[in-house]
């Protein structure tokens, strides 16, 4: 059991580990040791993918991914070290998912370990109490998740597992229907303090999506309102007893996205093609963020042709899924959320929120009726699509991000991390973290 199930344990442990805060001391900050950490899995995953015969692709998206393959390989020399690094995350996080696919079509195999995540989740919302004495007593809100880094990344993380709560609630979990009402509350008490606004629209897309789809469930889906309600009580009596004016977490409007859509818009319109290139707003510095907050846009703007097929192809494997009479109405609920919230944040930019939602998504499509057609499919043509994109990720490891990797304690310069690695993601800008003044 543990050789077939070895990737969910280690992704399992790496979530854990994220939550809670752990730092194993590769990096000055947890974010860079996280992304350090996709490495081990994205390579284990390759390794899974290249001995295991029975994983397969169909032929859609064997030809999807070569298309890729090509139209990538004709711009490769004009990539910069941005390019290649959102590269470098995209390939490892397919790897990622497709094993995942694979392992979890067993749904008892990872009940146990769902269970240790949700927990997980929700040990630092105990902590969200100190910060509500804080505010009314001090009239100052501070970050109160282990995680470093922006607050967002603990708000996008639990979406995912949200909607894993409601489905080891459904399975009658031991105990589960105790700990259920306690996580929904804090999980909905952390997005309304921390004004995670596309996190909470993306819930509640979730569960009308949930609604529809399972109406034996209606019950359920209502206590999690009243547990959602109950927490947006807490939420404005701190507010009424505390000066909102001095809560650095409220916000208005639309935060600089809708900026960062329109800047990034008329610059892609000068290079339709071939797009502007992968982190181009880290690249050029730009002033109200280094991502643009949007996954769809970065697909289409970004990596222009090339985005825009990924974007259809996932589209597609969507539209199979909501089809699919076999497939949980949980895990359409789930996805919508995560889709959803990727609309509006940096859920697939944050590394501990990329493997979130990549567990649930693998989630989604080991239950549906299309993960029990993969030995229909000649497994020489998806072994050969396998290692051509397994060079292509070895390649970009070793020769962009090789002295990086292993550059232990180093950080940038000025302590960024934007927007998913290194502040430039070139060795030259970082430095041991002992050395920066």
């Avoid at 708000?155 to 489905?167: W, Y």
């Avoid at 979990?173 to 303090?193: D, R, V």
């Avoid at 009308?208 to 209606?218: A, G, H, K, P, Q």
């Avoid at 949980?330 to 944040?345: E, P, W």
Wanted: charged letters at 15%; aromatic letters at 20%.
């Amino acid at each position: 059991m543990f050789k077939k199930n070895i990737l969910f344990l280690l992704v399992a442990i790496y979530l854990i580990t994220a939550l809670l805060g752990y730092q194993i001391g590769w990096s000055a900050f947890q974010y860079d040791e996280l992304r350090l950490l996709q490495f081990p899995l994205a390579l284990c995953a390759l390794l899974i993918l290249i001995f295991t015969k029975k994983i397969e692709y169909s032929i859609s998206n064997q030809i999807t991914f070569f298309l890729i393959g090509v139209l990538t390989a004709i711009q490769i020399t004009t990539y910069s070290i941005f390019q290649f690094q959102e590269l470098w995350s995209a390939i490892a996080l397919l790897f990622i998912f497709s094993v995942l696919t694979y392992e979890l079509k067993n749904i008892k195999k990872i009940e146990h370990g769902l269970v240790f995540i949700a927990v997980s989740a929700c040990i630092p919302c105990l902590f969200i109490f100190v910060s509500i004495t804080n505010f009314i007593f001090y009239k100052q809100w501070f970050d109160w998740q282990f995680n470093s880094g922006t607050i967002r990344i603990y708000d996008s993380v639990i979406v995912p597992i949200f909607f894993f709560l409601i489905f080891l609630k459904n399975k009658n979990y031991p105990y589960f229907h105790y700990f259920y009402p306690f996580a929904s509350f804090f999980f909905a008490l952390a997005w309304f303090f921390d004004g995670a606004r596309s996190a909470l629209l993306a819930v509640a897309t979730g569960l009308l999506v949930f609604v529809i789809y399972s109406r034996e469930n209606r019950k359920l889906i209502l206590q999690s309102c009243i547990y959602i309600f109950f927490a947006f009580l807490v939420y404005k009596t701190t507010i009424y007893f505390a000066d909102k004016n001095t809560m650095t977490v409220m916000r208005v409007g639309t935060s600089m996205r809708a900026e960062m859509w329109s800047f990034v818009f008329e610059q892609w319109k000068e290079k339709p093609w071939f797009g502007v290139g992968g982190g181009y707003l880290s690249e050029i510095q730009y002033k109200y963020g280094h991502h643009i907050h949007n996954l769809y846009l970065r697909l289409i703007f970004e990596w222009g042709i090339v985005g825009c097929i990924f974007l259809v192809w996932m589209i597609y494997q969507v539209v199979k899924l909501f089809r699919d009479k076999d497939a949980l109405p949980i895990t359409k609920a789930g996805l919508i959320a995560i889709l959803v919230d990727a609309m509006f944040s940096g859920s697939m930019v944050y590394p501990a929120s990329q493997i979130a939602c990549i567990l649930f998504l693998a989630f989604a499509f080991s239950q549906s009726e299309q993960s029990k057609e993969y030995l229909k499919y000649p497994y020489r043509l998806t072994k050969l699509l396998i290692g051509l994109w397994g060079a292509l990720f070895l390649y970009i490891t070793i020769m962009y991000l090789g002295q990086d990797l292993t550059c232990w304690g180093c950080t940038s310069y000025v302590g960024r991390m934007a927007p998913n690695f290194w502040e430039y993601g070139s060795t030259q800008h970082l430095i041991p973290a002992s050395h920066i003044p």
